[in-house]
Nanobody, 122 residues
Framework: QVQLVESGGGLVQAGGSLRLSCAAS????????MGWFRQAPGKEREFVAA????????LYADSVKGRFTISVDNAKNTVYLQMNSLSPEDTAVYYC???????????????WGQGTQVTVSS
């Protein structure tokens, strides 16, 4: 069992920045990768970014390339999502997930956090 707890969401003005955190605990040794997804009202869950704990590779959705950066702190067992140049289209509940490899498909992850709300005002 892996527990994931997101934090760092909130309200920000368009053009601003936020950094999300996801703290992992439990039996994490089989979860080699972490991903971020988001879900806006009335829409399906959307891939955002993914990374190995070893930082051997990253994946980004086209919609966030150049604006968002995913990173990990192995000592703290925490994954981050730095979000810059935010726009109202980024408004969603953001979820972190743990899996065996960095992938863009939600079904390929084994554990999920409860989500944190990000709201970007115009």
């Amino acid at each position: 069992q892996v527990q994931l707890v997101e934090s760092g969401g909130g309200l920000v003005q368009a053009g601003g920045s936020l950094r999300l955190s996801c703290a992992a605990s439990g039996r994490t040794f089989r979860s080699r990768a972490m991903g971020w997804f988001r879900q806006a009202p009335g829409k399906e869950r959307e891939f955002v970014a993914a990374i190995n704990w070893s930082e051997s590779g990253t994946l980004y959705a086209d919609s966030v390339k150049g604006r968002f950066t995913i990173s990990v702190d192995n000592a703290k067992n925490t994954v981050y999502l730095q979000m810059n140049s935010l726009s109202p289209e980024d408004t969603a509940v953001y979820y972190c997930a743990a899996g065996r490899a960095p992938r863009s498909i939600a079904g390929q992850y084994d554990y999920w956090g409860q989500g944190t709300q990000v709201t970007v005002s115009s």
